[in-house]
């Protein structure tokens, strides 16, 4: 349920700044879908990632986050989210959910994406990929009417169209001077509609949806999260401020510009 938490505004200044948070989050995620192919391990991939953090000047918001051992969360098939980087080498045809952030002078950048090594190897993988990335998308233009958050949810519901199950219990979240703030995002309809959307929100949007069920559980290690059914998940995110003359997606390079302008939503030239 939406908590009744204030909500921390942004100035225009502010959002400058988690700007530079953002493109150094996308950097390093970018950085590590290069490097992804058969053999790499998560640990590897880690590295990578932590590597350009350091180079470009920032800190990871995921490391010793409540004491977690890694730079980024490397969630292979059946795992959904804070998948513990390993050595076990990927393998052609898996499906990798990488999530990271950095920390630009204490403001904060969270992203995530999902690929596939290499060839597809079971039906329905690119689906799974697919589709929630559109929702990720289609919850960010939800944005724009000005409506409430709640809104993000039930654009997110829609756009899967019940084609996988969306993940129970995990959400998006407010960002800014800390990584997770007020308000939660949920990626599904709710009879609370949750605060009014307002210019200087900065919002993670985070849509997580598996080819199965929509329980999970968690492992000995407490942090991995694992699909009950046993079946893959697939976990898209991005940093979204909203501006007084329309959406900034913080962590994606041309700002959301194609895929919002697509769907008719407003991005400001920077």
Not at 22 to 41: F, K, W, Y
Not at 87 to 116: C, K, N, Q
Not at 117 to 126: L, N
Not at 196 to 213: D, F, N, S, Y
Request: aromatic fraction near 4%.
């Amino acid at each position: 349920m939406f908590g009744r938490e204030r909500v921390e505004l942004k100035t225009p200044e502010q959002i400058l700044k988690m700007r530079e948070a953002g493109l150094l989050t996308h950097a390093a995620l970018e950085s590590v879908r290069a490097a992804l192919r058969p053999g790499i391990t998560p640990a590897e991939l880690d590295a990578v990632g932590a590597e350009v953090i350091r180079a470009g000047g920032g800190t990871s918001n995921f490391l010793g986050y409540h004491g977690y051992p890694a730079t980024l969360c490397i969630s292979v098939n059946e795992v959904v989210v804070h998948g513990i980087p390993g050595d076990r080498p990927l393998e052609e045809g898996d499906v990798v959910s990488v999530d990271g952030g950095a920390v630009v002078d204490g403001w904060h950048g969270d992203s995530a994406f999902t690929a596939i090594v290499g060839k597809p190897r079971e039906p329905g993988d690119v689906e799974l990929v697919e589709t929630t990335r559109q929702a990720l998308w289609a919850g960010i233009a939800a944005l724009d009417a000005r409506g409430r958050v709640g809104d993000v949810g039930a654009a997110v519901e829609d756009a899967v169209g019940g084609r996988l199950g969306i993940v129970d219990g995990y959400t998006g979240h407010g960002i800014g001077t800390a990584m997770h703030m007020a308000p939660d995002v949920l990626n599904h309809r709710d009879r609370d509609k949750g605060p009014k959307v307002r210019p200087g929100m900065v919002l993670a949007i985070e849509p997580m949806c598996t080819r199965g069920g929509v329980d999970t559980d968690v492992l000995a290690d407490e942090w991995t999260v694992v699909t009950s059914d046993g079946t893959r998940a697939a976990h898209w995110e991005h940093t979204v401020a909203v501006l007084e003359e329309g959406l900034w997606v913080l962590t994606a390079p041309d700002g959301g510009a194609a895929e919002l302008g697509a769907r008719g939503v407003r991005v400001p030239s920077e």
